[in-house]
């Protein structure tokens, strides 16, 4: 089975950080001499902070300050022992006081990463199954990577989608004991809540449904005792919820808290729950300033604390409210989301409002999707009206203008949050710049001659080859077959082509890319579902070809502006069609496009390598093998040379209806055994349209018998091959009987023959595609690296996926 490099989620999130981090807004210093928690100073500039989530400000508060000077002065700096042999003697006063804020016995952990990781392999059994929020802490989804070593189902469903989940729960109730749905109670980045109401619903509906909250951002400001969101709406903890809390960010301290409405749950995590066993116990210094926290929230001081922040929160909602700002999920929590789309918005944002006196968190992948950048302001006690108001006016004057500075449009940042913009909005202004763009529907419109010059020679996308594309799958009625052909010419004032490219819009599996194991568990689902994890695509190029896809003359000098008029133009009729994703591929490295495709909000993604065999000279099979190196050479004459006259090898530029039939059945085996790129098999009606185009031929090798009857030899290879203007030969699939493959090394002949047709014919290059690079290469191919640029709706799909690396079991 072909095998390719996929890509690293680290190295993805690394590289959009890194630009992040170079652009000035993340990985930053405080340069203050000392904190009041109102401002914070960075890169030289003193600034208000509306960055914390220190929400009710105890962090500042001087009694917290003063029992954490008085525990290190008593009992130093830590207790370096862990809880299990003995607490340091301030602990028991913290876990007493949280016994009466919550009404019931608390477990105090370092943070609450150690804490999901000490509860949650504790909590799941092996015979329970998990449902996650696919917007749920990094933290809870980290976790639960150590339940799928142990067999356990791990699933995820859409943002808060009520019934994905009931859909999910019905599925896994036959084979699971609990069914564990894990969610924030307040999300970190849009501020938006659980439904808990309907979630309480759902398990007395199902009672297999058991709760798991992270509700570290809901804590403090909000609920009786501070006890947060989650308890707020609970009221009581039900016997199926777990509740993780902090004691740091509002509480002010430090540490997490894990409540359980299961007292035997409870006591079974106490007694060992994995880094609460062996790692080290909270420092006194935290625990006496979490304990002085406890005292003010178990006083009516709490709630005048929380009033005081809804006052705040209240007053910048009001100011929101007249202005056109697109403000991404407007609640009563203290976090807000100002959405910008695209990087390159937020960083110009930022720096402005950094230039104004005001600090702000950058919201970007993967805490949102890419094309959901955008602002995450806090608010918190220390913020004073006239700070709040100086912030709106600086975002309602700054917006607009980093908006135009990045060719970006308020029209486009509420499109790509689903939101309707206020009727008063001036339309964008229409692009000024001295090119043009032309958008066409069909090939036949377009100048063969021009088309040619910048795309010919490529796969199966010359002229003549988009007109068979067209015929193939324009007009086919089977919709995972079926696409709709979008082309893009782009000319500077002289009607020079700087760029010319083609899309296609249909149905792609979201696995195109992942893994073998991921994509063969997900094509277990959809044996009962063929639509399972799927997406309508905006894709450059077309699913059956590969190369080149986007001309770009990069001498002229318009051509980064051709670029941005392309990504406008395309995005129109991504929103049009309600794609789910835009994809740009095939390209090289590039990091000029690498920081433009960034900036306007694709992730870039490894592409499995192509394989080309380009200016060689074919006179016949000796002199062939003389040019391959001596390795290869080897390769050669010990694996498919001794096995050519096993084959009976045959060209035919037309097929009956038996030999397609036959034809068809091994490319049938090749399709649904090879994961590598996973892709819908093509139906038998694109391998008649071949059969009818002059420029396809059909390389079909028979497995000699013994007594050499042809009549009575059997097809077990064929290769569909694409002849493109008398110069590029390419392969564009093949077929092959895999009961005899191995004993008779069939792939390696096919390939072989390959070359040698396209050398007969006298062209000059073999565009031999993706997958199984290492047997192109000892052939000859030189192995390019391609990438790809992404722009996905949601994270969806992609977290999902990335949930079944290494577990077969959905």
């Known amino acids: 089975m072909a095998k390719i490099n996929h890509n690293n989620f680290i190295d993805t999130v ?90 019931r016995p608390v477990i105090v952990t370092k ?9 949650i392999p504790c909590a799941v059994r092996d015979e329970d199954a998990v449902i996650l929020d696919h917007q749920v802490h990094w933290s809870v989804q980290n976790a639960c990577q150590l339940l799928k070593l142990r067999g356990i189902p791990v699933e995820m469903i859409r943002h808060s989608d009520m019934d994905m989940l009931e859909q999910k729960i019905k ?130 001081e709490i709630n005048l604390l929380q009033n005081e922040l809804a006052e705040r929160i209240n007053y910048f909602n009001e100011l929101i409210k007249n202005t056109s700002l697109p403000m991404v999920a407007p609640n009563s929590s203290p976090v807000f989301f100002l959405g910008t789309a695209m990087p390159l918005t937020m960083y110009k944002l930022i720096k402005r409002l950094y230039n104004e006196g005001y600090f702000v968190n950058a919201g970007i992948y993967p805490a949102v999707p890419v094309k959901n950048t955008g602002i995450r302001i806090t608010l918190s006690r220390h913020n004073r009206k006239e700070d709040i108001e100086g912030l709106t006016q600086a975002m309602e004057y700054h917006f607009p203008k980093a908006l135009d500075e990045t060719q970006n449009n308020t029209y486009k940042v509420f499109s790509a949050f689903g939101l309707t913009p206020p009727e008063n909005l001036d339309k964008p202004i229409q692009n000024n710049s001295t090119l043009t763009i032309e958008h066409l529907r069909s090939i036949g419109v377009i100048d063969r001659d021009m088309w040619t010059s910048a795309m010919g020679k490529q796969s199966v996308f010359d002229w003549d080859g988009m007109h068979f594309l067209e015929k193939a799958f324009a007009n086919n009625i089977q919709a995972e077959h079926h696409c709709d052909f979008h082309y893009y010419i782009i000319r500077d004032q002289n009607q020079s082509p700087v760029l010319v490219t083609f899309f296609t819009v249909g149905i792609w599996k979201d696995d195109v890319f992942s893994p073998i194991s991921v994509s063969q568990a997900v094509e277990e689902k959809r044996k009962l579902d063929p639509f399972y994890l799927t997406s309508k ?45 835009l994809v740009l591929r095939d390209f090289d490295e590039d990091t000029t496009l690498d920081r433009m495709f960034h900036n306007q909000g694709f992730i870039k993604l490894n592409l499995p390598e192509t394989c080309v065999l380009g200016d060689f000279y074919w006179q016949d099979t000796a002199s062939y093998s003389a040019a391959l190196s ?98 590029t030969y390419s392969p564009s699939l093949v077929g ?28 000059q290059k073999i565009d031999f595609g993706i997958t199984a690079a290492f047997e192109k290469r000892k052939l000859g191919a030189r192995v390019i690296q391609k990438v790809g640029y992404v722009q996905a709706k949601d994270n969806f799909s992609m977290e999902f996926l990335n949930t079944l690396q290494n577990d077969n079991r959905l």
């Open 630 to 727: 001596a390795r290869s050479r080897r390769h050669f004459m010990q694996e498919i040379a001794p096995f050519e006259n096993v084959y009976n090898t045959i060209v035919k530029e037309e097929l009956s209806h038996d030999e397609l039939e036959q034809a068809y059945k091994l490319y049938l085996n090749v399709t649904r055994n090879n994961y590598a790129v996973n892709l819908f098999s093509y139906p038998i009606e694109v391998f008649k349209e071949m059969v009818s185009d002059k420029n396809w031929e059909f390389i079909l090798l028979y497995l000699k018998n013994d007594n050499d009857k042809t009549t009575s030899e059997k097809l077990v290879g064929v290769a569909f091959c694409y002849k493109n203007m008398g110069y």
């Open 171 to 300: 599925a896994l109730s036959g084979r699971c004991s609990k069914i564990w749905y894990m969610a924030d109670g307040v999300y970190s980045m849009f501020g938006d809540f659980a439904p808990v109401q309907e979630l309480l619903q759902l398990s007395n509906k199902y009672p297999q449904l058991h709760l798991y909250f992270d509700d570290v951002h809901g804590m403090s400001w909000r609920g009786k005792n501070g006890t947060g969101y989650v308890m707020d709406a609970l009221k009581e903890l039900p016997e199926n919820v777990l509740l993780v809390g902090t004691l740091s960010k509002t509480f002010g301290a430090s540490g997490a808290t894990v409540i359980s409405g299961d007292i035997k749950l409870h006591d079974k995590i106490r007694t060992f729950g994995g880094p609460l066993t062996f790692s080290a116990q909270l420092e006194p210094a935290s625990v006496a300033a979490a304990s002085a926290s406890a005292a003010i929230h178990l006083s009516p």
């Open 111 to 119: 943070n609450s990463t150690l804490g999901h990781l000490a509860v």
């Open 537 to 581: 695509v905006m894709g450059m190029g077309c699913l059956f070809t590969e190369g080149e896809h986007c001309y770009i003359d990069k001498k002229n000098p318009l051509w980064q502006d051709a670029v941005s008029l392309l990504l406008e133009e395309v995005e129109k009729v991504y929103d049009e069609e309600n794609a789910d994703m």
């Open 14 to 103: 690394d590289a959009i950080f890194s630009g992040a981090r170079d652009e000035g807004v993340l990985h930053l210093y405080a340069e203050d001499d000392y904190l009041t928690g109102r401002t914070i100073q960075a890169g030289g500039k003193q600034m208000f902070h509306f960055g914390t989530t220190g929400y009710l400000g105890l962090e500042q508060d001087i009694r917290l300050k003063e029992a954490a000077v008085s525990a290190i002065m008593k009992y130093g700096t830590q207790f370096p022992l862990s809880k299990s042999y003995i607490s340091h003697p301030l602990y028991a006063e913290l876990e007493s006081q949280l016994h009466s804020m919550y009404g």
């Open 736 to 763: 092959m009987d895999y009961a005899i493959a191995r004993e008779f090394q069939l792939y390696r002949q096919l390939l072989f023959q390959i070359i040698k047709r396209a050398g007969e014919l006298g062209l």
